[in-house]
């Protein structure tokens, strides 16, 4: 992600920023987006961590205007 001098983002091309940074302490993501479809809780992402794709569900969701963010971590086993 690039930050221009009046300090704005560019967004990813592909309308998504996944931020897995603590992925290996926390098992959680923040998913982040400007897409106008916000996903519910429950909905599964594969993403890529650590090296290996991973599942992850959607366990909080705060939309915001022109956008949404979604924490997610690994799904309940009893779910599926």
């Known amino acids: 992600m690039q930050i221009s001098r009046d300090g704005l983002q560019a967004f990813n091309l592909s309308g998504y920023e996944i931020f897995a940074e603590d992925f290996a302490r926390t098992g959680e993501v923040v998913i982040w987006s400007k ?23 959607v366990c909080m969701m705060r939309t915001f205007p022109g956008g949404w963010t979604a924490t997610c971590g690994a799904p309940d086993p009893g779910e599926g």
């Open 35 to 57: 897409v106008p479809y916000p996903p519910r809780l429950g909905d599964r992402f594969n993403i890529e961590a650590l090296g290996a794709v991973h599942e992850v569900t």
